[in-house]
């Protein structure tokens, strides 16, 4: 796989990465990933530069949050007559100015294949014998990366600053009075739709949408997915073409990948406690690639990169909201 994005320009842009902004408006919320300014009703945010794993912010890619930003903005354009979003537009590269909701204290993980090896993945959870999962009665003989007979969603619980997200059924989410019966039923809905329509969209571009994780807000009584959607961030992808062979073989699957960085740390030893080791410019430059790849198969477009000045350009944009 390659990118028509000259190396020099992902390189020049090392030192010109999307850190953090400060706009000077609102009232400002700082995630691991977007900065999000709250004023009137609306929400600002931007998709910054950084990158976490671990649930710790490890260091800038260049152009990741442009990246992200771009790809949300594509589907939730394709996507907002099947199920409305709280988009209202993106001014920027960096930047979309959303319809601020409450969000459900839940995210809808949606997975259309049995994968992982986190504690809260579902290949993990049956590789050690347990067949129940989030509620989900989940059959036997299952192998490694095979397609499920339909997708299933498996929520989470929605962690404060600094948590962990943990597993939870449709039965506690409801008994627990989290989210309403009806509204959850929704919710549901939407989920699947989203997933659904992503799935054969990334068929398309020779990707398989493995699983992905939804958010969903409400404003005025109307349900909203929000936050972002199918982004390398939120969802794993695999290569179509390579699929059933190395299923066959028993391999492992060729992602698209946005682990590069995570993998390089977990090689160093770091799995998320103490000291973040040096991440070189050569691993940042890679990382960088893969995501500007990510972009271009997902959308089937050309990633339009430039090394003006980030900060600058997002007030310039943002003018009228300042
Ligand atoms: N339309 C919206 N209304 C309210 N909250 C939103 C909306 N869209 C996204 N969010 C929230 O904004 C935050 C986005 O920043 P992010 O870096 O992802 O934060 P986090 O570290 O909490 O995941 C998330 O907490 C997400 O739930
Ligand atoms: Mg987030």
Redesign the pocket.
Known sequence: MKTMIEESVIRKQLDNTLESIELGVGKK?E????D?FLLNGK?I?VTSDRISAFDRVLTTIPFKGQVLNQISAFWFEKTKRIVPN?VIEVPDPNVMV????K?YPVEMVVRGYITGVTTTSLWYNYSRGSRTFCGIKIPDGLMKDQKLEHPIITPTT?AE?GGHDMLISRGEIISGGLVEKHEYGEIEEKALKLFEFGQKEAAKNGLILVDTKY?F?NADGKI?V???MHTPDSSRFWMQASYEELFGRGQEQRPLDKEYVRRYLADKGFLGEGDIPEIPNDVKIEAAKRYIIAYEKITGKQFAADNSDIPGRIRNNLGKYL
């Open positions: 919320y995630g691991k990933v977007r999000n929400r945010i709280h959303v319809n601020e909701c969000p929605k600053h958010e807000g909203l929000i936050d972002e």
